[in-house]
């Protein structure tokens, strides 16, 4: 069986438009796992920070038009996966509570805004074929299973792990799942071998036979970093690693196809703490401007887009580019975090021990497309994401 391959998208993609959406096509991967669903106290689930389904009622707070997007990649063969938590979260003690316990039905916050998750995909013509359990702040069988029985009685026909800590709590809860739903309810273990996870790099064998003797028959695909840019848009004024362009706007003969969106913030300093992973410049607006194109602009327009700037004069504006170094942060650090490094992983692992890789994170592929990325041979973002496909790929065959 080839290799399956899967990469972690977050605000890259939620907020990337329709070049988000041609990268990961043109990249080839089997799976797009969407990063990640928080809940609320309240039951509420956030993309990230962009509330998206409220009392069992999608509706995007700041529009993304997922949707659409969603179905224009499953349409493509392409599965779907949405996670849910992360580190330094509270998900699922979120979740927990909601529950009290107990499966969650009809008139429960989980079930209901779950539920409405699942119907805007499939309303718009694709659909989430899992949930992926990223559950890194309330490790408990009993929280995992009950929210597991919530989304089978929602309808959804697999759910998948992404542990990187406490194996027991996670071969005991695929032993209780195994019992309820069979073999294939749980049908991938998204293995961290980064960050908090970077240990699992040599112990992948004792995962699979802790799985294995728990009864369960999930794909093995272990996961690990790209290069991260070292500095983000805003610490606490302009980022080390962020350029300022005096007097520019993006040319308005330029493609435009990049644009992301428009926010208007009360100054320039809002503009970039706001400024969204998928962005890789933006322009600023001190003073109201109009293009011939016809788009206009107000003061405190902030103005996104991803790929690579083509400037024009305007003395109403400034711009700002993020071209600061990008490294290896959270694989081990003797490995690297370059294509060939992470091919050189998966070779060692092999395709007898894994069935495949993810890539965690498209959108560091993304927000480091200025910057040179090993040794500056790699520049578009397709090219590169692509590339860490190949990575597994060719590692594993």
């Known amino acids: 069986m080839p290799a399956s391959t899967r990469i972690?998208?977050?605000?890259?993609?939620?907020?990337?438009?329709?070049?988000?959406?041609?990268?990961?096509?043109?990249?080839?991967?089997?799976?797009?796992?969407?990063?990640s669903v928080h809940v609320s106290p309240e039951g509420d689930l956030f993309l990230n920070d962009t509330l998206f389904v409220s009392g069992g009622v999608y509706k995007e707070t700041t529009p993304m038009n997922l949707p659409p997007r969603i179905a224009q990649l499953r349409k493509a063969g392409v599965e779907i996966i949405f996670s849910v938590g992360a580190g330094g979260t509270c998900d699922f003690s979120s979740i927990n509570t909601l529950l009290g316990g107990k499966t969650g039905g009809a008139g429960n916050l989980v079930y209901e805004n779950f539920k409405a998750l699942k119907k805007a995909m499939t309303d718009a013509g694709g659909d989430?074929?899992?949930?992926?359990?990223?559950?890194?702040?309330?490790?408990?069988?009993?929280?995992?299973?009950?929210?597991?029985?919530?989304?089978?009685?929602?309808?959804?026909?697999?759910?998948?792990?992404?542990?990187y800590s406490d194996p027991f709590t996670w071969y005991d809860t695929m032993k209780q799942l195994v019992k309820n739903y069979g073999t294939t309810f749980v049908n991938a273990i998204h293995l961290q071998c980064y960050s908090g996870g970077r240990f699992n790099v040599n112990i992948v064998s004792d995962w699979v036979a802790g799985f294995k003797q728990a009864g369960g028959n999930a794909l093995m695909i272990p996961g690990l970093a790209t290069n991260?840019?070292?500095?983000?848009?805003?610490?606490?004024?302009?980022?080390?690693?962020?350029?300022?362009?005096?007097?520019?706007?993006?040319?308005?003969?330029?493609?435009?196809?990049?644009?992301?969106?428009?926010?208007?913030?009360?100054?320039?300093?809002?503009?970039?703490?706001?400024?969204?992973?998928?962005?890789?410049?933006?322009?600023?607006?001190r003073q109201p401007m109009v293009l011939k194109n016809g788009r206009s602009f107000r003061p405190g327009d902030a103005v996104y887009f991803s790929g690579i700037p083509w400037w024009g004069s305007a003395p109403q504006c400034d711009g700002y580019t993020r071209s600061g170094?990008?490294?290896?942060?959270?694989?081990?650090?003797?490995?690297?975090?370059?294509?060939?490094?992470?091919?050189?992983?998966?070779?060692?692992?092999?395709?007898?021990?894994?069935?495949?890789g993810f890539i965690w994170l498209y959108d560091s592929i993304v927000s480091g497309l200025l910057s040179s990325c090993c040794n500056g041979t790699l520049q578009k973002p397709t090219a590169t994401t692509l590339a860490y496909r190949q990575a597994i790929t060719n590692g594993l065959s």
């Open 325 to 356: 170094p990008v490294d290896n942060i959270y694989n081990p650090y003797q490995m690297g975090a370059c294509p060939s490094n992470l091919q050189a992983q998966y070779k060692k692992w092999g395709n007898k021990l894994v069935n495949g």
């Open 128 to 163: 989430i074929d899992a949930i992926d359990f990223d559950n890194e702040d309330r490790l408990e069988s009993g929280v995992m299973i009950n929210f597991a029985d919530t989304l089978k009685s929602i309808g959804y026909n697999h759910v998948t792990f992404c542990p």
């Open 228 to 285: 991260q840019p070292e500095y983000a848009w805003y610490e606490c004024g302009l980022g080390p690693g962020v350029s300022k362009v005096p007097n520019v706007a993006m040319y308005e003969g330029a493609d435009w196809s990049n644009f992301l969106y428009t926010q208007n913030y009360m100054n320039v300093e809002t503009a970039l703490w706001k400024a969204p992973g998928s962005a890789t410049f933006f322009f600023y607006c």
């Open 8 to 35: 972690y998208a977050s605000g890259a993609f939620a907020f990337g438009g329709q070049p988000a959406v041609n990268d990961l096509l043109s990249s080839g991967y089997n799976t797009v796992i969407v990063w």
